[in-house]
């Protein structure tokens, strides 16, 4: 066989067994181009968390110029809410956007990595993440599960929640069946409740048929849109367990170490702005919803009184020397997150916190 012609056979054979392999194990890939697939926990078209996560899907398409072009999926449109994270992590999809509490079944430091209870509010979680080694713990926690994250949007303060009867006292909460997941459940079930985590999508039912007797969601904005006035009357703030949601853009590993260092900044920064509209977005949205739920829908409002919440803090100490005692990562994610809480706490303290009563009380607001 001539030399030219056994290299141009050569070359095709080997190109043909290059696509085959691709086609099996990596995102289909053409002059430079990939088309890549997102999941994700929440419905679509569901305001600030479904919403968010399919701008941020366009947006990674448009700092690219297709270059990477996502295909999203709602929940249940290729997997189920909670089956995201065994969908990227074993290489099906790209990404997901989900809560990582969703995944503290799988080692109880993916917890921090949204929200906790007595934890850090949106400011706060970017300030720990970003400076204070937040990003760093979370990378070690996600490359043992062959994954990599980045912050992708937050929901904020979250509202206590929605109850059939008022809460009085801890004793309130025994026996009731309450749909709150991540560490905020878990106290609750020191304090007698039974913590029940479904996806969003089917809690309504749950509610309305009382398989339920409370939940706890997000705020007034996905709260009245959700329609959980219909089932329960009595609403109540402040919420304890997540007073900074951050959602995340988890990744499978393999395929985030293959790409550029462009690419991977390009993603970084679409993230990143998707952190800052969706949380600009609940806080515009959300004053104006909770001001209809009360005055349309005959919502009452209810603060939890002191007892009631010195015993949520009584509670979480408890869940939270569980988690210390978990593994030796969990144990060093907790003592960073609590070292950041100390000082980021006192420095609100006499900034954000005192100005923001101050100009309430002087406005009359």
């Not at 009357?233 to 988890?250: D, F, N, Q, V």
């Not at 462009?262 to 920064?269: K, N, V």
């Amino acid at each position: 066989m001539k030399r030219r012609e056994f290299i141009t056979k050569a070359g095709v054979a080997g190109a043909a067994g290059v696509a085959a392999a691709s086609t099996l194990s990596t995102p289909a890939l053409s002059q430079g181009r990939q088309k890549i697939t997102m999941v994700s926990t929440w419905p679509r078209d569901f305001p600030g968390l479904g919403t968010g996560a399919q701008r941020l899907a366009k947006r990674i398409n448009t700092m690219t110029e297709g270059r990477i072009s996502v295909e999203y999926f709602a929940a249940k449109e290729r997997v189920g809410a909670f089956d995201s994270f065994d969908e990227v992590a074993s290489g099906k999809s790209q990404a997901y956007h989900a809560a990582d509490y969703y995944w503290k079944g799988k080692h109880l430091g993916w917890a921090y990595f949204t929200a906790v209870p007595f934890g850090l509010s949106y400011t706060e979680m970017n300030a720990w993440i970003r400076f204070g080694g937040g990003q760093q713990l979370w990378d070690e926690l996600a490359a043992e599960f062959g994954l990599k994250c980045v912050m992708a949007g937050n929901t904020g303060c979250q509202m206590g929640g929605w109850f059939n009867k008022e809460i009085n006292s801890a004793d309130d909460l025994k026996g009731l069946k309450m749909r709150i997941p991540g560490l905020g459940g878990d106290v609750m079930a020191k304090l007698g409740a039974s913590p029940v985590s479904i996806p969003g999508g089917q809690i309504y039912e749950n509610l309305v048929s009382g398989a339920i007797d409370a939940t706890e969601w997000v705020g007034p904005w996905n709260d009245s849109f959700m329609k959980f006035y219909e089932a329960a009357k009595y609403y109540y703030y402040p919420g304890m367990h997540e007073p900074g949601s951050m959602l995340a853009l988890g990744m499978n590993k393999k395929w985030w170490d293959g790409l550029s260092k462009s690419d991977q900044a390009i993603i970084e920064g679409a993230a990143a702005h998707e952190n800052d509209m969706m949380m600009a977005e609940y806080n515009m949205k959300s004053g104006s919803a909770l001001t209809k739920l009360i005055t349309e829908q005959g919502v009452k409002l209810r603060e939890f009184n002191d007892d009631v919440y010195d015993s949520f803090a009584e509670a979480a100490e408890e869940v939270f020397a569980g988690v210390r005692a978990h593994s030796p990562l969990a144990k060093k994610i907790d003592a960073s997150f609590v070292a950041a809480r100390k000082d980021l706490g006192g420095w609100s303290k006499i900034s954000d916190q005192a100005f923001l009563s101050q100009r309430n009380r002087a406005l009359g607001l």
